[in-house]
Nanobody
Framework: QVQLVESGGGLVQAGDSLRLSCRPS????????MAWFRQAPRKRREYVAA????????HYADAVKDRFIIDRDNAKTTGYLQMDSLKPEDTATYFC?????????????????WGQGTQVTVSS
């Protein structure tokens, strides 16, 4: 069974940083995209960032561009989301997702596998 195991969430103050991790287990993915989405209370799930696993191409939502960085380790086993200059509006549950296709997509409906989510809370 495929699982995406997320970690790294927490409670921080505005301006602080967090680094989220996502490690797939249960199978090895090739030619895929890993992305992060987030969902705040009473809001729709929204796209945050994505990385094309083999090519390393990245894409960001405008709301996080220049503050967040998505990357992967050299062994290509774990994905990360480095979040700097956090704002209260970044407060949400953050989900890791995998798309079994090499092309980045920003719609959550395109993604095949999802993690359980990790909570990020940013106080003002």
């Amino acid at each position: 069974q495929v699982q995406l195991v997320e970690s790294g969430g927490g409670l921080v103050q505005a301006g602080d940083s967090l680094r989220l991790s996502c490690r797939p287990s249960g199978r090895t993915f090739k030619n895929h995209v890993m992305a992060w989405f987030r969902q705040a209370p009473r809001k729709r799930r929204e796209y945050v960032a994505a990385i094309s696993w083999d090519a390393g191409a990245t894409h960001y939502a405008d709301a996080v561009k220049d503050r967040f960085i998505i990357d992967r380790d050299n062994a290509k086993t774990t994905g990360y989301l480095q979040m700097d200059s956090l704002k209260p509006e970044d407060t949400a549950t953050y989900f890791c997702a995998v798309l079994e296709d090499p092309h980045i997509a920003t719609s959550d409906r395109a993604y095949d596998y999802w993690g359980q989510g990790t909570q990020v809370t940013v106080s003002s």
